[in-house]
């Protein structure tokens, strides 16, 4: 325990002396600024570190973790994050990334307590009672969870389609919404092909007249 942390800058003189020996100009280049091409709304889990898994470098994805990566349309942090990347980063992509074995995901389909963290798994029982069906007819645990994980990406994915703020960048550009699930198994990212860029591809009742 004691000074456990002291390694954490000990590995960052190492990760900088090694960024400047590859590049003296690395942290110059970082200093004028961002312009990523991607927002990434990923679950807060240490295992599923966006940059790392994506082999992308600093600047290339915007990114916002919570517990199971849930678009809550009452969340100020998550529209704040998602408000900045799309009108003033202009990313062209909103990437929600699940994954197989979310804790988050797996605590919300038994009757647990889990303090105060559930009310953030509500969301995800919501979910889950939408497609209860589905769910339940499936004889795996672990299938019923990893399907839970995927159709959990997809709502979000239609969450975000629901905002004032996608909707507004619809009106005058492109911008996809994507929904993808990695996995430890083979550490691959799977593209769940449920993609939206168009007002069209939402449920006419959350539609906006802008
Ligand atoms: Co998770």
């Not at 590859?22 to 280049?29: A, I, L, R, T, V």
């Not at 499936?138 to 159709?151: A, G, H, K, T, W």
């Not at 550490?187 to 959350?206: A, C, H, W, Y």
């Amino acid at each position: 325990m004691k000074e456990s942390y002291n390694r954490l800058f000990e590995g960052n003189k190492k990760w900088a002396a090694e960024k400047l020996s590859n590049d003296p100009n690395y942290f110059k280049g970082l200093s004028m600024g961002q312009s990523p091409e991607y927002l990434w709304i990923g679950c807060s889990d240490s295992r599923v570190p966006a940059n790392e898994i994506t082999g992308t470098k600093s600047g290339e994805i915007f990114v916002h973790r919570n517990i199971a990566n849930v678009v809550v349309h009452t969340d100020m942090n998550l529209l704040s994050v998602l408000y900045y990347a799309v009108e003033v980063l202009h990313v062209k992509h909103v990437i929600v990334c699940g994954h197989y074995g979310c804790g988050g995901v797996i605590a919300s389909m038994n009757n647990k307590d889990n303090g105060f963290v559930n009310n953030w798994l509500r969301n995800i029982k919501e979910v889950y009672e939408k497609h209860h069906e589905e769910l339940e007819a499936i004889p795996e645990i672990r299938d019923r969870e990893n399907r839970l994980v995927e159709l959990n990406v997809i709502e979000q994915v239609h969450n975000l389609a629901k905002t004032r703020i996608v909707q507004q960048a619809w009106k005058k550009r492109e911008l996809q919404v994507h929904g993808w699930v990695y996995g430890f198994d083979n550490g691959l990212i799977k593209d769940l092909n449920v993609m939206v860029d168009e007002i069209s591809d939402l449920e006419p009742i959350f539609r906006f007249d802008l």
